[in-house]
């Protein structure tokens, strides 16, 4: 998913200037960014904000029906159960879609696309304000998870190509920024306003949100041409770039390992005597998260192989930490704290490595990262609840060591592509 605003100069004039169609395919990576959007020091930011936005939108559309699972269940009729698949079968669409769908526009000019996606977000959660059948909010929640798993392939490669290489990372930072402000301000906030005002008019206030997101990208965000047919690499062939595999087995482990604890952190927090205070330590964590994404955004076009390596690190001895004090309140929270600093910064840091690995087929191999990031959602639910209910709560940091340390050794051997060494 920030860097420090006092060193951002916004050069709209140039970010809303399209390209023309009839660049050549050779040049098109190269001249795109470097004369589109982006002077040799400055970032976009009115043109890459948007994407903050949708980002943002996109999370808390997702997760947004957790926190409400009484109020929408007493509305709708239903079990709270069956309202957590709201949450399941939007992960469902971001999975099955974003592959395939990528692929299949490769051609489209950027910004329609991403427009497409965006609207397939006010669509779906009007939908969801206004209807009173489960099955048809189960349909537009699946939608919606179509649109993010298109939205999020489209993210960091089309913030890439606005700026010079040397400013790739921090767009993407900027892009992503999005993801841990709504995990710690936007779900609490809309949680809040769905209790108070009514879980309809929340979604309904996303819409709204949405639709001035379309003009926002309409006025800021530069166009795109599509890839032509001659660029368009097989999918065997974008797999087998040298360091992808490596990028995307790093992501499935680490997000993998997240979601195990995070999933069940509640039950966990319960073995120092957390319990009720659960929010606050999410809430830490989120801060955490904000710094993390802080540091990453302003080191990683120098430092991503040594920052993958230190969040990695990090969270592995955060891991064990938990494991062997997790009795220990001031040690609980303090890893949570440090669990966070790792995190933050992890979306950035892998969709980075995905697209500087990938180059011209960077939608492509993002639209992978989704899919590797959505199957670690699921997988962290199943294998947490397994380890939860046959081993206990006390087992869960344990079992994170088994994915972080693996996921270290293929960083760290990645060295000459996947997460190679900056050569300035």
Same mark, same amino acid.
């Given at each position: #998913?920030?860097?420090?605003?006092?060193?951002?100069?916004?050069?709209?004039?140039?970010?809303?200037?399209?390209?023309?169609?009839?660049?050549?395919?050779?040049?098109?990576?190269?001249?795109? +960014?470097?004369?589109?959007?982006?002077?040799?020091?400055?970032?976009?930011?009115?043109?890459?904000?948007?994407?903050?936005?949708? !980002?943002?939108?996109?999370?808390?559309?997702?997760?947004?029906?957790?926190?409400?699972?009484?109020?929408?269940?007493?509305?709708?009729?239903?079990?709270?159960?069956?309202?957590?698949? #709201?949450?399941?079968?939007?992960?469902?669409?971001?999975?099955?879609?974003?592959? +395939?769908?990528?692929?299949?526009?490769?051609?489209?000019?950027?910004?329609?696309?991403?427009?497409?996606?965006? *609207?397939?977000?006010?669509?779906?959660?009007?939908?969801?304000?206004?209807?009173?059948?489960?099955?048809?909010?189960?349909?537009?929640?699946?939608?919606?998870?179509?649109?993010?798993?298109?939205?999020?392939?489209?993210?960091? !490669?089309?913030?890439?190509?606005?700026?010079?290489?040397?400013?790739?990372?921090?767009?993407?930072?900027?892009? #992503?920024?999005?993801?841990?402000?709504?995990?710690?301000?936007?779900?609490?906030?809309?949680?809040?306003?769905?209790? *108070?005002?009514?879980?309809?008019?929340?979604?309904?206030?996303?819409?709204?949100?949405?639709?001035?997101?379309?003009?926002?990208?309409?006025?800021?965000?530069?166009?795109?041409?599509?890839?032509? *047919?001659?660029?368009?690499?097989?999918?065997?062939?974008?797999?087998?770039?040298?360091?992808?595999? =490596?990028?995307?087995?790093?992501?499935?482990?680490?997000?993998?390992?997240?979601?195990?604890?995070?999933?069940?952190?509640?039950?966990?927090?319960?073995?120092?005597?957390?319990?009720?205070?659960?929010?606050?330590?999410?809430?830490?964590? !989120?801060?955490?998260?904000?710094?993390?994404?802080?540091?990453?955004?302003?080191?990683?076009?120098?430092?991503?192989?040594?920052?993958?390596?230190?969040?990695?690190?990090?969270?592995?001895?955060?891991?064990?930490?938990?494991?062997?004090?997790?009795?220990?309140?001031?040690?609980?929270?303090?890893? #949570?704290?440090?669990?966070?600093?790792?995190?933050?910064?992890?979306?950035?840091?892998?969709?980075?490595?995905?697209?500087?690995?990938?180059?011209?087929?960077?939608?492509?191999?993002?639209?992978?990262?989704?899919?590797?990031?959505?199957?670690?959602?699921? !997988?962290?639910? =199943?294998?947490?609840?397994?380890?939860?209910?046959?081993?206990?709560?006390?087992?869960?940091?344990?079992?994170?060591?088994?994915?972080?340390?693996?996921?270290?050794?293929?960083?760290?051997?990645?060295?000459?592509?996947?997460?190679?060494?900056?050569?300035?």
């Amino acid at each position: #998913m920030i860097i420090s605003l006092k060193r951002v100069q916004e050069n709209t004039s140039s970010a809303s200037r399209e390209i023309p169609q009839e660049i050549s395919s050779h040049d098109q990576r190269v001249a795109e +960014p470097a004369t589109a959007t982006a002077t040799k020091r400055n970032l976009p930011m009115a043109a890459l904000l948007p994407f903050a936005m949708a !980002g943002f939108i996109t999370i808390l559309t997702e997760a947004l029906p957790a926190g409400l699972l009484p109020q929408i269940g007493g509305d709708l009729g239903i079990s709270q159960s069956l309202v957590g698949q #709201m949450v399941t079968i939007y992960a469902i669409g971001s999975f099955v879609a974003a592959i +395939p769908l990528t692929t299949l526009t490769r051609g489209w000019r950027r910004r329609p696309l991403l427009l497409t996606a965006i *609207a397939g977000f006010a669509v779906a959660n009007i939908i969801t304000a206004a209807s009173s059948s489960y099955g048809l909010t189960l349909a537009a929640r699946f939608f919606a998870g179509v649109s993010a798993g298109l939205l999020w392939a489209l993210l960091a !490669g089309y913030a890439a190509r606005m700026v010079p290489d040397h400013l790739k990372g921090r767009a993407i930072a900027v892009a #992503m920024v999005g993801t841990p402000l709504a995990l710690s301000i936007g779900i609490p906030a809309g949680t809040y306003l769905g209790i *108070a005002l009514g879980w309809r008019l929340t979604f309904g206030l996303m819409s709204v949100a949405t639709l001035g997101l379309i003009g926002w990208t309409l006025l800021k965000v530069p166009d795109f041409a599509g890839q032509s *047919a001659g660029q368009r690499l097989p999918l065997g062939k974008v797999l087998a770039i040298p360091g992808l595999k =490596s990028v995307l087995i790093v992501t499935l482990a680490f997000v993998l390992a997240c979601n195990v604890l995070y999933t069940y952190i509640a039950a966990f927090l319960a073995l120092s005597g957390l319990e009720s205070s659960v929010d606050v330590a999410l809430l830490g964590f !989120g801060i955490a998260a904000l710094a993390g994404i802080w540091v990453v955004g302003a080191l990683i076009d120098r430092w991503l192989r040594e920052l993958v390596l230190i969040s990695t690190l990090g969270f592995a001895l955060t891991a064990t930490a938990l494991a062997m004090w997790n009795g220990v309140p001031a040690v609980v929270f303090a890893g #949570m704290i440090a669990w966070g600093l790792t995190f933050g910064g992890a979306a950035t840091l892998f969709q980075t490595a995905s697209a500087k690995t990938s180059g011209d087929a960077a939608d492509v191999a993002q639209s992978m990262i989704v899919t590797a990031w959505n199957l670690a959602i699921a !997988g962290g639910g =199943s294998i947490g609840g397994f380890l939860l209910q046959d081993f206990g709560a006390a087992s869960l940091p344990w079992s994170l060591l088994a994915l972080l340390v693996p996921a270290l050794a293929i960083a760290w051997s990645a060295r000459e592509s996947g997460f190679p060494s900056a050569r300035i």
